[in-house]
């Protein structure tokens, strides 16, 4: 489904990515672990439109991916960025419906609005509770609503369990789950390693800007040098 060779992207002078390459297939999850300043989130951002690569090349649906973002969310990739970044001063609907800012028939968005409300109740009872009031754990299920609100065929997600207490981290995983079972393909950027590895398809390692490692998410579990360095084993 999504497909990226030998990408690059430099910071300045720091060369952030250095030429990745990785295959998402059609309603996989897939899952990026590493450690910080690894390049997870430059990944992602580049999938995005918002980091602008150096080289390399992106398809989606066996055509290349434009670079402007707004072209990118036309054709299906939703980016729910890390550290959440609700609008904190519009109510959990209106941040919703600024997921669905491209989508022109109300009727529909309104339908899906409601179906945000069935896969996160928490939001249905805060729905005019304004965004910045929200806990951690609800403006994460919020922000991963908005990203919905777009009618995706590919989710990316960027660090979904940062900050966020244990059980509040399962739940959210859960979610990551039901949302995949829709047929929704998942591109999973995660510290929680065990967390990523354990519902991931395939995953891939990035270490100072490079695929180190690539495989089944499971058996990567059981991979001595991912658990000594990744997994606290």
Known sequence: ??????????YGHIHALQGVSIQVNQSEIVSIIGSNGAGKSTLLNSIAGIVK????????ENNPLPTRSYDIVKLGISLVPERRRIFPNLTVNENLKMGAYLRNNQKEVEIDLEEMYRLFPIL????????GTLSG????????A???????????????SLGLAPNLTEEVFLKIEEINQTG?????????????????????????GKIAFSGIGAKMLDNPKIKDAYLGV
């Open 1 to 10: 489904m999504l497909t990226i060779k030998d990408m690059n992207v430099f």
């Open 53 to 60: 690569r150096a080289s390399g090349e992106i398809t989606f």
């Open 124 to 131: 249905k009872k805060r729905t005019k509770q304004f965004g």
């Open 137 to 144: 754990g609800e403006q994460q299920m919020l922000t991963i």
């Open 146 to 160: 908005r990203g919905l609100m777009s009618r995706p065929k590919f989710l990316m997600l960027d660090e979904p």
């Open 184 to 208: 929704i393909t998942i591109l999973l950027v995660e510290q929680n390693a065990f967390k990523a590895l354990e519902i991931a398809n395939r995953a891939y390692v990035l270490e100072n």
